[in-house]
């Protein structure tokens, strides 16, 4: 989403109980940032159930049936999300103990005893 600043995304995305969800996003830049090359760009999202996504215009085109598309498995929350082997983990769940192995390279930040 940041690479495309200002346009809007869209996302169907499946939480670990089997919620889907169609989300749509962008970026915004802060209101009088003037030309700072380090001011920060945030984004915001927006989801709603997937069986209510044909109603927005963002939906068009889309095949919203449920096993058309395959969504992007999510989380609510790093803190909470029990999906251990994300690549997109930002933090580690606090119902898990973190595991250190100096050895070995990963594509998740974290690993975890299991």
């Known amino acids: 989403m940041f690479r495309t600043p200002g346009q809007f995304q869209t996302q169907i995305v499946q939480l670990p109980d089997d919620a889907a969800f169609f989300i749509l996003a962008r970026t915004l830049d802060p209101i009088g940032g003037g030309r700072d090359p380090l001011q920060p760009r945030y984004a915001i999202a927006l ?49 898990h103990r973190i595991k250190v192995d100096l050895t070995m390279r ?9």
Do not use: M
């Open 106 to 114: 990963r594509a998740q930040p974290f690993d975890f005893v299991r």
């Open 47 to 95: 989801g709603c159930d997937l069986k209510d996504a044909k109603h927005l215009v963002y939906g068009d085109g889309l095949d919203l049936r449920r096993g058309a598309i395959r969504p992007t498995p999510a989380g609510v929350s790093c803190r909470v999300c029990e999906r251990l082997n994300c690549t997109q983990r930002a933090h580690p769940p606090v119902n």
